[in-house]
């Protein structure tokens, strides 16, 4: 039992506020540590059941790695074509439209990692990995200064047909992680597509091209008027998508356009 004077000690004399607050930093400090402990345990558990795993070789990933092994990460196919103008990205539209810079992130072979990559993120809706990539290829790209004079993010457009079936555009997905990363504008709305054009898988160059002649409209040319725009897509095959794509922009004054995809075929 406590005494009358040491009850009246206690009253009369309350703690210091330093070693209150001392007590609750040690009580919040406690409780955060077991909640970080609970929540380790919990993931741990079901990764037993439900393991993330390799996008590319579909091996169960270990603590700290995303979206990638290891082994998968170190050897993705990157083609550097960001560090020199004279590449095959850019080759491929010599002689046809003019653009300033082009460049594509990796290799795109059937069942590469390239194709896999591209597949997570087109057909199997891995926005997350979409993202991802683009602020990845983003802090690769700014190293070389491939961004430098760019006013403009534009993703190839979807027409709203295809962007409903499918719920979102990879190409906008992946743009928003570039634009993260390199902190330009990105610009959704005034580049657009008239025409729900059927796939271009299993089409020839000539067929692609009457395929994407006239799909793309622009809303205001003085937006774009004296900027340097860098058109972004997923995969570089032909060309003809973003051939379409460089002759609508072309409408608009003083323009300068560039080019980005995450692969090329």
Known sequence: ML???????????????????????????????WGKFFITLTKSFLSLFYPKLCVICGEPLVEGEDFFCLHCFLNLPKTNYHLTKDNLAFDRFLGKVP????????????????QKLVAEIKYRGNIYLGKWLGQYVAKDFQKSGFFEGIDYLIPV???????????FNQSEI???????????????RNLYRTKANTSQTRK?????????????KIKD???????????????????????????????????KISLLTIAIA
Request: glycine share 8%.
């Open 221 to 255: 040319k003085q937006l774009f008027a004296g900027k340097h725009v860098l058109l972004i897509d997923d995969v570089l095959t032909t060309g003809s998508t973003l051939e379409a794509c460089i002759i609508c922009l072309l409408e608009t004054p003083g323009i």
């Open 204 to 216: 020839g160059v000539y067929e692609r091209w009457l395929n994407t002649t006239g799909n793309f």
């Open 99 to 114: 653009i300033e810079k082009a460049a594509s992130y990796l290799y795109y072979n059937k069942a590469g990692m390239g």
């Open 3 to 33: 005494s009358e004077c040491t009850l009246k000690l206690i009253i009369t004399e309350p703690a210091p506020m330093e070693t209150i607050n001392s007590a609750l930093r040690r009580h919040y400090l406690n409780a955060y540590n």
């Open 174 to 188: 992946i743009a928003q992680g570039i634009t993260d990363v390199s902190h330009i504008p990105l610009e959704t």
């Open 157 to 167: 457009p979807l027409h709203p047909q295809k962007y409903k079936k499918r719920g």
